[in-house]
């Protein structure tokens, strides 16, 4: 019962990762998948100038991409399942005291990731999915809207008829963010409509914490896109930040994890996974199994999309 398990509230201040300095400034910076990550950043780099907390800019950063129609493979315009639904998969993580919330397969709301930012700070638990999810938004008093646009609901008919012929499409691309704020602290965020098609409940990697993104502000933070059941299959993001941890440069460690994704389906190029990564020391990493990934990395006086390296 929600009533029962309200109230756990945590404020930034209970949540300081333990070696910084209290006090100490360091130079905020965030790190985004893909092209549509340049306007997350633009956002989250307005919430760290102002002063704001790592959380809120993921959070109010990937909602700016959430928010948009034109982006088909996440939140409000995100292409239906093979049902003609659009289910949504968001998480969050505080690196500080490595609180998290999710959603999962969860329908008719534009912002999955506040969502599960209240799964985060108002219940005792992580991940709260489909109808469960649903109520649980609307208890919280978030607004249910048709995320279907003219666009995504042609592309699903024109899907339906390929279908009938035996072609197949795939569209996807999520949003994961990580952020680092003046204060040392770090957030991560992760939000997408999943695979195009997919058979309805699928659930992918994104709003699983370790998979679809990890952070602590003690080492950083990592987020994936890409084909989610690869993603999964190596524990993908918790393992980046875990290579940093054991001080493998966050670029070595997001290869030494793409590898493994490789070295386990060598003939699958359409399996593909790519992974951003940000250490507590602003040192980013970025690639992809196959070419075409980008990432936006911006801080306080500049913005930039980067093509991604591939392995292969
Ligand atoms: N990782 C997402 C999923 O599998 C899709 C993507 O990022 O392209 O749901």
Request: proline content about 4%.
């Amino acid at each position: 019962m929600l009533g029962a398990t309200s109230v756990i509230a945590k404020s930034a201040e209970d949540s300081k990762p333990k070696n910084v300095v209290p006090g100490s400034i360091g130079e905020p910076m965030v790190i985004s998948t893909w092209d549509f990550g340049v306007r997350a950043n633009t956002k989250a780099i307005e919430v760290l100038k102002a002063g704001g907390t790592a959380l809120d800019a993921v959070q109010q950063g990937v909602m700016v991409v959430e928010s948009d129609p034109t982006v088909t493979s996440v939140g409000y315009g995100g292409l239906p399942n093979a049902a003609g639904v659009v289910q949504l998969d968001a998480s969050i993580m505080n690196g500080n005291d490595l609180e998290c919330g999710a959603v999962a397969g969860l329908s008719g709301f534009e912002n999955p990731v506040s969502v599960a930012r209240k799964v985060m700070d108002d219940t005792p638990h992580v991940l709260i999915v489909g109808s469960g999810a649903r109520q649980f938004a609307l208890s919280k008093g978030f607004k249910e809207r048709d995320l279907l646009t003219e666009r995504s609901r042609a592309a699903w008919q024109e899907w339906r008829l390929k279908q009938e012929k035996k072609e197949r499409t795939e569209d996807h691309d999520t949003i994961g963010m990580v952020a680092i704020d003046r204060r040392g602290q770090m957030a991560a965020a992760c939000t997408t409509s999943g695979l195009a098609w997919k058979i309805p409940g699928r659930v992918g990697d994104s709003p699983l914490v370790g998979h679809g993104l990890y952070c602590d502000s003690d080492v950083g933070g990592a987020a994936a896109t890409g084909i989610g059941e690869e993603v999964i299959k190596v524990c993908g993001s918790y393992q980046v930040v875990e290579y940093m941890r054991q001080g493998v440069h966050p670029q070595e460690a997001v290869k030494k994890v793409l590898q493994r994704v490789l070295d386990r389906q060598p003939n699958q190029p359409e399996r593909w996974v790519g992974f951003v990564a940000l250490r507590k020391d602003g040192e980013v990493g970025y690639a992809s199994t196959n070419a075409g990934f980008q990432v936006a990395v911006a801080d306080l006086t500049s913005s930039r999309l980067i093509a991604a390296a591939s392995l292969r």
